[in-house]
């Protein structure tokens, strides 16, 4: 029993994360398994960063397209005519915001500050994939031969990056209430 009083923020730590992760990605696994639009194609959080991502490349200058695939539940981006990828529901950033949350509700502070960081958080992590989904589309556009050092390592790179970045954000302002010593 000592040793669990020891230790007993770690443990608090990995079951608020573990805890959390996985009830969190249940729901969200519920979510996938339930939903069903005919008209937000394969699903309506993929489908949105889709048209977010296609709407981003054309503000970066480029014509661009987005149509439903027929092989696969996936949205196919183009730009000027050639299908370069695919955005299926992992690239949605669902899931690095599932364990973005998780580890950040471990380290709980005060509910206030830590809902506003996570809602905060997510919108970044979010608008962020956008904007890597938008990057590796014309990246792949401009200079084929790097797709697979550009979606296999440097994109991954630069969404789990920013997400540990964020984390060490989080852990720096992080302090716990020292409670008075009574002598």
Not at 4 to 24: D, E, S
Not at 33 to 52: M, R
Not at 90 to 108: P, Q, R, T
Request: aromatic share 18%.
């Amino acid at each position: 029993m000592e040793i669990l009083k020891k230790n007993k923020a770690v443990i608090r730590f990995l079951g608020v994360f573990f805890g959390t992760y996985i009830v969190l990605t249940l729901a969200y696994q519920f979510y996938l398994d339930n939903v069903e639009s005919e008209v937000y194609f394969p699903e309506p959080i993929t489908h949105i960063v889709a048209l977010q991502t296609e709407s981003l490349i054309s503000f970066f200058g480029y014509e661009t397209k987005m149509i439903p695939s027929h092989y696969d539940p996936s949205m196919r981006l183009g730009i000027n005519g050639d299908y370069l990828v695919r955005v299926v529901e992992g690239c949605n950033a669902m899931s690095v915001i599932i364990l973005f949350l998780s580890f950040v509700l471990a380290f709980k502070k005060d509910w206030k500050t830590t809902l506003l960081f996570i809602f905060a958080g997510s919108v970044l992590i979010y608008a962020f994939n956008i904007l890597r989904i938008a990057l590796l589309t014309i990246g792949i556009y401009e200079i084929p031969k790097y797709q697979e050092l550009m979606h296999g390592t440097l994109f991954p790179i630069f969404i789990y990056g920013f997400v540990f970045l964020l984390w060490i954000f989080w852990i720096r302002s992080y302090k716990t209430e020292e409670k008075p010593s009574h002598e």
